[in-house]
């Protein structure tokens, strides 16, 4: 008797390690079948974006207003405790059982396509897919710059909607304060940031103000001398910013800014340096997302009375040139829908993403739901009281609540963003969209695995040395060298790793 | 058998022999066992534990030298050699994380090890009962403090512009210094933050146990012979606690090569690489763990094979010097 008290509890807890272990393989694999319980079919979605920001969810309304129109209804199989979306992924191909539907980064989608994981779309889109064969027509270069190496389509892209990335910013009633004109070239941007340095535009007796100050990478700032951080297109060719001789003048300059306090001190550590910066009523310009920039005027007018933080042109660079290094693509975000090569009717899936491409789907996906989220006024959605209202005016979140405004193959319309953003973002847009202060764009380049790796090992190398010469140099900790600085390039193999860039640009324009 | 024959027979007449023995101890082997049988049958899930935690996967481990990809499978994906160790030691930084990553572990052998054994002696001399609770309670809070905190304390204390240290430094006179970015403080940093400050109490627990362990009639003895607090920490304490240190010494280089990366990334810079980068961080920043895995299991298997031979010589050592070992 005694004995079998002990076993009890010993069987128990061996029961639930072995029941703990098969648990999520045995659930994953029952119902592969599609259910048939009515009209409305069901087909399995795996979505898990942004570390578990976006999670599918049955209850979504936007999607549960799909299935009526669609006859199909999707049930998320993505892990919801889960918040890394690379392993949650990972997890889900190397279980061997892949949903009907498959949400995930371009990269893997074409990676897993090509060893026999996902369907290729090019033909059921032509077949089956009226409207997204509608948008691969129209707009050149969207099968190029979504396709795998292999030249085949393996996901129905999420496409965003706008041209402007990052723009400037400046504090106009420091201008003002000052007497000072918006600055129109590199001097003058140097000149009002030394005025804010020197002539206490924040009126509190103390040299405390922090001229320019960003979230960013300083090194955007770089276009002032024409020189880049990173990659970037010049007359048919991908270069590499920081090998150019321009580089070494941006850097002498950002170095002797630094030096003389022009630049936040922490701007390599300081982090949500916009909060406390302009919180305080000590930052004075910076480059940064224009709506949620914008936004903080709304949140501190009480705080920092007068604050007037506007969208500026970027200043006239040396060379004469007004140049903003981001911008948004117009092919998409590197994130789509993928259909499982498992799946028992490929023509139903991609007819079901279809509807997201087209009037109905794009309208439900980018406002959400007719008489909830938006009415029809003058012909044109617009957002309830209620919509704007709910989740302390927060419209995306509350719209992403819904379903919409997810990263879900769907192709963005930026009006949406125009009708709550603040008006200071939306006139900084219209400009920087009138004026295409945008640098040239590297399409979305596609590598075979060799290449892959190649970049992988010697990008990292390159990576490396160029953050920490760049650092130490703008700190002033090194003297700025771009000839020794080019040597150990080319010794960490510099001219292959352009080479490969290069290649993939020339196929990417030969296709 | 049959080729040797005359052998044969000789063993033939020792063979009984042997196995009355072997019989003998395997009745010896089943009362042991059937006397003990509770301990054993507690034992199991502990097997069990390894034998799916620490043996299955290891059968993962010939990733390290395939073209893993998780779609094919483990036995799916083609063999490509030594290809991915070559990858991970190719590098133009290869030596330089290696170095770092070793004179991390060094700087914390030499600074934080010693420190929890330290503060248990300190605390073990005290007597006010309340005062050694505080000072107990209080040092060992930090554990349970996430490192992204402790990282952002670090941080915002060591901060130039309005950072307490640079503050005082600053109303003391002196210049202030952007120690985040200044790669000979890295080190410093890292070891005072993440081991000593987060870890001194929590690891000071294990040395208080072994402190408790020691009898105390060797302290009568000693009082009796004259010796003062201070010969008697020597000569009795510390002696006593000798084998636990030495256990967790030869632990602390089994993990030689391993450095809480996260805790790195948190505090590093592109301005501090030359100190601060270690392998791990730099295969993080590879991108390699994110879908990689074969270059991972083959930088796993590399720190393994290492942290064996440490750990073997280091036992080896010990059992020489204090005749203290793991086995």
């Keep these: ?511 | 058998m049959q080729l040797n024959s005359p052998l044969s027979e000789v063993k033939e007449t020792i063979v009984p022999a042997k196995r009355s023995h072997l019989a003998v101890k395997l009745q010896a082997a089943k009362t042991i066992i059937w006397r003990d049988k509770y301990l054993y049958l507690m034992l199991i899930p502990f097997i069990l534990w390894y034998l799916i935690f620490a043996y299955k996967p290891m059968y993962g481990l010939q990733i390290a030298f395939k073209d893993y990809s998780l779609f094919k499978g483990i036995s799916g994906s083609p063999w490509v050699g030594f290809e991915n160790f070559e990858r991970f030691f190719r590098s133009e930084y290869f030596i330089r994380n290696l170095v770092n990553t070793f004179m991390i572990n060094l700087w914390g052998l030499i600074f934080a090890f010693p420190a929890p054994i330290i503060l248990a002696l300190l605390l073990n001399e005290v007597k006010n009962v309340m005062f050694k609770k505080t000072v107990q309670t209080i040092t060992y809070l930090p554990h349970f403090i996430s490192v992204v905190i402790i990282a952002g304390i670090v941080t915002n204390f060591l901060a130039p512009t309005n950072g307490i240290v640079n503050i005082m430094i600053e109303k003391l006179g002196g210049e202030k210094i952007n120690f985040l970015a200044m790669p000979e403080f890295f080190r410093t940093i890292y070891i005072g933050s993440m081991q000593i400050w987060k870890d001194v109490g929590y690891s000071a627990i294990i040395y208080l146990a072994a402190i408790a362990g020691i009898n105390p009639a060797l302290y009568e003895a000693a009082k009796m012979d004259g010796a003062n607090r201070w010969k008697q920490m020597w000569h009795i304490t510390l002696p006593g606690m000798l084998p636990t240190i030495m256990i967790l010494l030869i632990l602390n280089l089994g993990s030689f090569l391993e450095v809480g990366y996260e805790s790195i990334i948190l505090l590093y810079q592109p301005a501090t690489y030359e100190t601060a980068d270690v392998i791990n961080t730099y295969v993080y920043r590879a991108g390699l763990q994110g879908g990689n895995y074969e270059v991972g299991a083959a930088a796993g298997l590399f720190n393994s094979v290492v942290s064996l031979i440490l750990v073997v010589v280091a036992n080896r050592l010990s059992k020489k010097m204090t005749n203290i070992g793991l086995w």
């Design chain 1, 1 to 511: 008797m005694k004995k079998r008290k002990l076993m009890i509890p010993l069987l128990a807890s061996m029961m639930m390690l072995v029941s703990g272990c098969s648990d999520d393989a045995s659930t994953s694999s029952k119902e592969k079948n599609v259910k048939k319980d009515g009209k409305v079919e069901e087909l399995k979605v795996f979505m898990h974006a942004s570390n578990g920001y976006f999670i599918f969810n049955d209850d979504w309304a936007t999607f549960k207003e799909a299935a009526k129109k669609t006859g199909i209804k999707l049930k998320g199989t993505a892990p919801k405790s889960s918040t890394n979306s690379a392993e949650a992924f990972n997890l889900m191909i190397a279980s061997g059982e892949i949903p009907d539907l498959v949400h995930g980064q371009k990269k893997y989608l074409n990676k897993y396509g090509m060893e026999g994981a996902f369907l290729p779309l090019n033909d059921l889109i032509k077949k089956h897919a009226p409207n997204i064969q509608k948008y691969v027509k129209e707009k050149e270069g969207f099968l190029k710059a979504n396709q795998g190496p292999d030249g085949k389509l393996y996901m129905v892209p999420y496409i965003s909607d706008g041209l402007v990335a990052e723009t400037y910013f400046i504090r106009q009633d420091w201008l003002d304060k000052l007497k000072l004109q918006m600055p129109q070239t590199v001097d003058e941007f140097y000149k009002v940031l030394k005025a804010f340095k020197e002539q206490d535009p924040n009126g509190n007796g103390k040299q405390d103000e922090i001229p320019y100050f960003s979230e960013d990478n300083i090194l955007g700032l770089g276009t002032l001398w024409g020189a880049f951080d990173g990659l970037y297109l010049e007359n048919g060719e991908i270069k590499y910013g920081p090998y150019e001789a321009k580089f070494q003048t941006a850097m002498e300059n950002l170095s002797k800014w630094y030096k003389e306090g022009l630049i936040d001190p922490e701007i390599f550590t300081r982090e949500k340096s916009r909060e406390y910066l302009l919180g305080n009523n000590l930052g004075g310009a910076s480059r940064y997302y224009p709506g949620s920039t914008a936004g903080y005027n709304d949140a501190l007018k009480d705080k920092v009375p007068g604050i007037n933080f506007i969208v500026m042109a970027p200043p006239e660079n040396t060379e004469g040139k007004r140049i903003e290094p981001t911008k948004r693509s117009d092919f998409g975000n590197n994130l789509g829908v993928a259909i499982s090569a498992q799946t028992e009717n490929p023509e139903k899936v991609i007819k079901y993403l279809d509807f997201f491409y087209s009037e109905e789907g794009r309208r439900l996906m980018n406002y959400g739901i007719e008489g909830e989220t938006y009415e029809i006024k003058d012909g044109k959605p617009v957002f309830t009281d209620k919509a704007l209202k709910a989740k302390d005016g927060n419209i995306v979140e509350n719209l992403r609540s819904y379903g919409s405004q997810v990263p879900f193959s769907f192709h963005q319309d930026f009006e949406y963003e125009k009708l709550w953003m603040n008006p200071i973002a939306v006139k900084g847009i219209e400009e920087y969209t009138k004026g295409n202060f945008f640098a040239e764009q590297i399409p979305n380049l596609t590598f075979t695995e060799e290449e892959e790796k190649t970049l992988t090992d010697i990008g990292t190398q390159i990576t490396t040395y160029k953050d920490e010469t760049v650092q130490k140099w703008i700190m002033g900790s090194e003297p700025v060298n771009l000839e020794q600085f080019k040597k150990r390039l080319d010794e960490m193999g510099f001219k292959e790793y352009i080479k490969v860039y290069n290649a993939a640009y020339k196929r990417y324009q030969d296709s």
